[in-house]
Nanobody, 114 residues
Framework: QVQLVESGGGLVQTGGSLRLSCAAS????????MGWFRQAPGKEREFVAC????????YYADSMKGRFTISRDNAKNTVYLQINSLKPDDTAVYYC???????WGQGTEVTISS
């Protein structure tokens, strides 16, 4: 089992930045690729980005390229999502996951004020 805990969300003004964190415990974190998803109010959960086990490969949804940066620190068992130039459309609950294990965190809420 792996436990995932997201943090770093909050209320931010348009144009601001946030760095979300996802702390993992319970298994060898560095063995797994990690992903970020988000779910906006009234919408389906959508893929944001994922990162390979060693950080050597990064993948982004087309609509997320440019403002979103995924990274990880295996020594800290943590994966990050940096979001710049925030827009009201970025308002969502952001979740991290371990695709191979089907594990999800509880999410961290991001609200962007216009």
């Amino acid at each position: 089992q792996v436990q995932l805990v997201e943090s770093g969300g909050g209320l931010v003004q348009t144009g601001g930045s946030l760095r979300l964190s996802c702390a993992a415990s319970g298994r060898t974190f560095s063995s797994y690729a990690m992903g970020w998803f988000r779910q906006a109010p009234g919408k389906e959960r959508e893929f944001v980005a994922c990162i390979s086990w060693n950080g050597g490969s990064l993948y982004y949804a087309d609509s997320m390229k440019g403002r979103f940066t995924i990274s990880r620190d295996n020594a800290k068992n943590t994966v990050y999502l940096q979001i710049n130039s925030l827009k009201p459309d970025d308002t969502a609950v952001y979740y991290c996951n371990v695709p191979r294990l089907g594990a999800w965190g509880q999410g961290t809420e991001v609200t962007i004020s216009s």
